[in-house]
């Protein structure tokens, strides 16, 4: 049988740097623990979208693809060829460092 995205948690991940904290995508299972400023994803369309708005209404957040600087830390959304739709990847930029 094929497996879902209920079978396992979603990729997610937190930048992190110093205090300052950016969610990116996640879901049901793959939520940050504490506090984060603010919870970007990589596509507005994708299945889990309102899964992402109830999680981040707890913490007082909308999901979007946009962009994050504070405290150091920088996340910067590029646009990336992977769906007939807008979707995006992150530059995350702290402390000397870039990764995307």
Do not use: K, N
Request: glycine content about 12%; overall charge neutral.
């Amino acid at each position: 049988m094929p497996r879902t995205h209920r079978d396992t948690p979603p990729a997610g991940l937190v930048a992190e740097h110093g205090r300052a904290r950016a969610a990116i995508d996640g879901g049901p299972g793959a939520a940050p623990d504490g506090p984060v400023a603010a919870w970007l994803v990589t596509d507005e369309r994708a299945e889990l979208t309102c899964d992402l708005r109830r999680l981040a209404a707890a913490h007082h957040l909308t999901p979007h693809a946009g962009r994050y600087a504070g405290g150091g830390l920088e996340v910067i959304r590029h646009p990336v060829v992977h769906t007939s739709h807008d979707t995006f990847g992150y530059l995350i930029q702290a402390g000397g460092q870039r990764v995307a």
